[in-house]
């Protein structure tokens, strides 16, 4: 029995992401990112889409866990086994003419993502294993969707996505009802409501075949590509797949529309979708303002009291130290070895760097097996014995999650210029190519998010550089927050002198900071910033409760990693 698809056509609101869709359908090369919340359609407009597509066209949806050979393609097992090796075909040649959905794309191994991106980019799909050599069209609509709370794409990867839309569930209430009561029509009688909304998927339809048999001849002005240009530039975008992507979409937005040239209004209309993912980073929220400038360098932060000890302290803008640099990461996997904080699970996904022997292997390495089993007996028949599975590299990132005491107990002899050196040696030398940074400030009456998980550490350091010291320490706050950012993968630094001094729900601030600690289970390290002779030092304590190890701030420098060992 054949699957009705929800129509495209009755999809309510959401006018760019199916602008997007539309653009993407007409011109394959238009690759889509759909970014947003979990419940906001994007699996259902995709899925529409392709019902919407000239048939035949297939719609394959990738599973995350997919392996090499299955997208890619490879020696087919029954055949080299015979004697006689022959390459199958994987997902991606599968997917000529018609739709390669990937949810969650930002979770999928990223040298998976780049063939998948470099087989959308030219159309063609080069198989090359085990010495055999083979290519395949492979002319599809590249969509795909991920929820930015669960990890961001690699820049290098975001960019290679012509197109994106961010999508988020209307709150507008009789947008919602309309959108509930179309969906409650479907579930009762889908083949009724695709009939309701047949008129309109035609015409849509229509719409789209025209569009593919005008691309090559609508007119692109002179004018239009210095328009384009003009956009790029002043959004600050330097990559030049910007300009080439609103090139193209807009070409294809004038065929959507029947015209024979592409005008100024389409460009308008597509180049929210362009810039969206690259301009300030793909939506990152804006860097703060520069202090402004005086004779001594500084800048003058709020004036809060820190408990009963009014503070006037002044905040200097300094150049990143190198003294801890190579410790805190060394730190960090020296704690996960001597199994004072989780490890984070490796990915099964990462590239084949080998082949080893297994009784039961999880992913079956045809070249090893079969040579092992010819230099064993003279067979290309194996034997149990001769079973090789694949080893893959991991390639989990890291994401590096900075809890950050900014009360004014750190304006005291310029600690905090010592705090930011610190985070900001691990940035400049421990970040790695899938590694992800987060910050969370602490001051005054609460908590809150100095930067979203991102992989362009110069953001991270310039929103560090003009972080304001004053207040008190809402620790228990912050440790809160911080739940909403782990992942299995986080490695979390908390940087903080210990003085708790805001309640969360109770009236003991520091019970409840350690009680919110230990809800939490994740890779952990403590950066004491108290002095020496201080009364209050509860680094060690906090550290315990976080099964975690502390380490003093005035300690990093002279550090001997041999004691860890």
């Not at 999880?362 to 070249?367: A, F, G, K, M, Y």
């Amino acid at each position: 029995m054949r699957t009705v698809s929800y129509p495209f056509a009755a999809i309510a609101g959401q006018e760019q992401m199916k602008l997007a869709l539309l653009l993407a359908a007409i011109d394959w090369r238009l690759g889509v990112l759909l970014r947003g919340d979990k419940g906001a359609g994007k699996t259902t407009t995709a899925r529409a889409l392709g019902a919407l597509l000239p048939a035949p066209a297939p719609f394959l949806n990738l599973p995350i866990g997919i392996t090499e050979d299955r997208l890619l393609g490879g020696l087919h097992l029954e055949s080299t086994l015979k004697g006689s090796p022959e390459l199958k075909h994987g997902l991606l040649s599968e997917a000529h003419g018609g739709i390669l959905y990937i949810d969650e794309v930002n979770l999928l191994a990223a040298h998976l993502g780049d063939a998948i991106l470099d087989a959308a980019a030219s159309g063609t799909h080069v198989v090359e294993r085990e010495g055999f050599s083979a290519s395949h069209p492979a002319e599809f609509v590249l969509l795909g969707s991920m929820n930015p709370e669960e990890g961001l794409l690699r820049p290098q990867l975001l960019d290679r996505f012509a197109l994106s839309v961010d999508i988020a569930a209307p709150l507008d209430q009789a947008e919602r009802q309309q959108i509930v009561e179309r969906r409650l029509a479907f579930d009762r009688d889908p083949a009724a409501f695709a009939e309701e909304w047949s008129i309109e998927q035609e015409e849509l339809r229509s719409k789209i075949v025209h569009g593919r048999e005008l691309l090559a001849s609508i007119a692109l002005p002179q004018a239009i590509l210095t328009q384009i240009g003009e956009a790029v530039c002043a959004a600050g975008v330097r990559s030049l797949r910007a300009d080439l992507s609103a090139v193209r979409a807009s070409v294809a937005c004038a065929a959507l529309m029947g015209e024979i040239a592409v005008a100024p209004h389409h460009v308008e209309a597509v180049l929210p979708l362009v810039l969206n993912h690259r301009a300030r980073s793909g939506g990152q929220p804006p860097l703060p303002p520069p202090p402004p400038p005086s004779s001594s360098s500084s800048s003058q932060p709020e004036q809060e009291s820190e408990g009963s000890d009014a503070q006037q302290a002044i905040e200097r803008i300094f150049a990143p130290r190198q003294s801890g640099a190579p410790l805190l990461q060394t730190i960090v996997d020296d704690a996960v070895k001597r199994g004072v904080s989780q490890k984070a699970p490796e990915s099964q996904t990462g590239p084949v760097v080998g082949a080893r022997l297994a009784e039961s292997p999880r992913e079956l390495d045809i070249r090893a097996t079969v040579h092992h089993a010819i230099a064993a007996t003279g067979s290309v028949q194996p034997r149990l014995s001769d079973l090789h599975e694949k080893v893959r590299a991991p390639q989990s990132g890291v994401r590096y999650l900075f809890l950050i005491d900014s009360s004014g107990s750190h304006a005291m002899q310029e600690k905090m210029a010592r705090v930011k050196g610190a985070v900001l040696d691990l940035l400049h030398r421990g970040f790695r190519r899938n590694d992800e940074v987060a910050m969370i400030v602490f001051r005054g009456a609460d908590a809150k998010v100095l930067l979203e998980p991102s992989r362009q550490i110069e953001d991270a350091a310039a929103a560090l550089e003009y972080l304001p010291t004053g207040g008190r320490t809402p620790l228990a706050h912050a440790l809160e927050l911080a739940k909403t950012y782990l992942t299995p993968s986080s490695v979390m630094v908390v940087l903080t002198d210990g003085r708790a001094n805001v309640p969360l729900r109770g009236d003991d601030p520091w019970q409840e900071a350690l009680a919110t600690a230990r809800q939490l289970h994740t890779r952990a390290l403590i950066i004491d910033t108290a002095a020496a002779d201080d009364p209050f030092r509860r680094a060690v304590e906090l550290a315990e409760a976080l099964r975690a190890r502390s380490i003093a701030l005035d300690a990093l420098s002279d550090f001997d990693l041999l004691s860890l060992s």
